[in-house]
């Protein structure tokens, strides 16, 4: 059985891309570990940990399992009236290795949707608490949130689709992108533009909505926890919720088994996602307080109104579950590290470039910052003739491999980007 690109060029829409004339698609007819298996045989080394989802790599024999049996009891059962033993499970685990004061779980089917119900959770509970003049957001520039309109409204204003869209998204407030290096030295004042803007408009604003420590797709960059911390006290002191959007980061990925841990805060709303279930299957989760609880719960509707269809999908948690165990079983403490070392070895040498702008790596993340965008075509063809998946995107090569990747396999990643920057 060969796949039929020919149709998949013709009728079938790849993420961001024309119909008209859309980027190679490369057929992937299996993985295992980390490496994807192409039709013709070749094997790639897997940089991209298929979006930072597949953290335990691919055809895990834990993960595998936990979905096989799973799908001998039942597939999938609505979730109105009904619950059932996975999603009990994986609740019960979430609320363990998260801060104790996150209490309540709205299993969402994507991150996005994620992102969504936490916007819901923020703006219902001040209308159940009394105030309905707390309907605005702020966030950060570079930020991204998700690709659906309300996450759509919290993204770069500039970078991401707002452009295209404006007339139909909700405006919000955003703060300049963090210039504080994670590793350098906290300049004082880092925060002063969000304490100007809660003195200015606090009584109208419902939330503060970020990516804790790093800001992923809108830019890969690493921002210093006391940025962090700071965001959360102004959160505070002016009576506005803090949302951590923790769908990249979460489950290990910077270090930490969440980044918000590097500040030792808590946000009100925690949204988790893509790790969440070893990049088996789409589930993400909003984790909140009790007290947004109860303001979601006294407000007009009477409860948090979202509900799909695939909501807490039996199969989906039960794989979630298993990774989680994985990642609660701790060896990501010990290959994350390793991962961080060896990637700052090995790309370091790329600085010397002139085409590369920065050299960056944080936890599992390794980022070639460019000057100029990139063609990803033309690189993404270097990076497979290297039998490396490495999937660049505007002025960004990076990589975020699955954690059980071994030391000759990243030097394997690390090689192919020197290769394509240094020539
Ligand atoms: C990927 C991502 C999302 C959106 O998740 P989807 O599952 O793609 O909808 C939201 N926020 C952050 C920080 C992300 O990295």
Excluded at 118 to 141: C, F, H, P, V
Excluded at 260 to 286: H, S, V
């Amino acid at each position: 059985m060969s796949i039929d690109l020919a149709f998949d060029r013709e009728h079938i829409w790849h993420p961001y891309t024309s119909m008209i004339d859309p980027l190679p698609v490369y057929p992937v007819v299996a993985a295992e570990g980390c490496e994807l298996i192409l039709e013709n045989g070749q094997r790639l080394v897997d940089g991209t940990a298929s979006w930072w989802s597949a953290v335990h790599g691919y055809r895990h024999p834990v993960l595998d399992q936990a979905l096989t049996e799973q799908l001998s009891q039942m597939a999938h059962v609505m979730f109105g009236g009904i619950t059932h033993p996975q999603a009990v499970t994986l609740c019960k685990q979430l609320l363990a290795i998260t801060p104790a004061s996150l209490t309540k779980v709205f299993l969402a089917d994507s991150g996005s949707i994620a992102v969504e119900v936490a916007i819901k959770m923020a703006l219902q509970y001040w209308q159940g608490m009394g105030n309905t003049d707390k309907t605005e957001l702020i966030s950060l520039r570079k930020g991204y949130h998700g690709d659906t309109f309300a996450a759509m409204a919290v993204c770069d204003p500039v970078d991401s689709m707002h452009s295209m869209f404006a007339r139909l998204l909700p405006k919000h407030h955003f703060l300049p992108a963090p210039t504080c290096s994670y590793d350098q030295e906290y300049p004082a004042h880092s925060t002063a533009p969000l304490r100007q803007l809660l003195e200015q408009r606090h009584s109208k604003i419902a939330a503060l909505l970020l990516e804790p420590i790093v800001q992923g797709y809108g830019g890969m960059r690493f921002y210093h926890p006391s940025y962090l911390a700071e965001c959360r006290a102004l959160c505070d002191e002016f009576d506005v919720l803090l949302i951590a959007d923790e769908i990249a980061t979460g489950f290990g990925r910077t270090g930490s088994l969440f980044a918000c841990e590097k500040a030792t805060i808590a946000a009100d709303i925690l949204c988790l996602g893509k790790a969440l279930t070893g990049g088996y299957l789409t589930m993400a989760a909003t984790l909140c307080t009790d007290q947004v609880a109860l303001g979601v719960s006294q407000s007009e509707a009477g409860g948090l109104m979202h509900g799909p269809t695939f909501m807490a999908n039996p199969l989906a948690c039960a794989v979630a579950n298993a990774s989680v165990g994985l990642i609660q079983a701790g060896h990501w403490q010990q290959q994350v590290p390793a991962i961080e070392a060896q990637l700052r070895a090995e790309l370091a040498a790329c600085q010397a470039s002139p085409l590369v702008k920065e050299v960056r790596v944080l936890g599992a993340i390794g980022v070639l910052e460019m000057h100029q965008s990139v063609d990803v075509a033309k690189l993404q063809q270097h990076f497979v003739g290297d039998g490396v998946w490495i999937r660049p995107f505007n002025r960004l090569i990076y990589l975020m491999p699955p954690f059980i990747i071994s030391p000759e396999q990243i030097s394997r990643l690390c090689w192919s980007m020197r290769r394509a920057v240094l020539g």
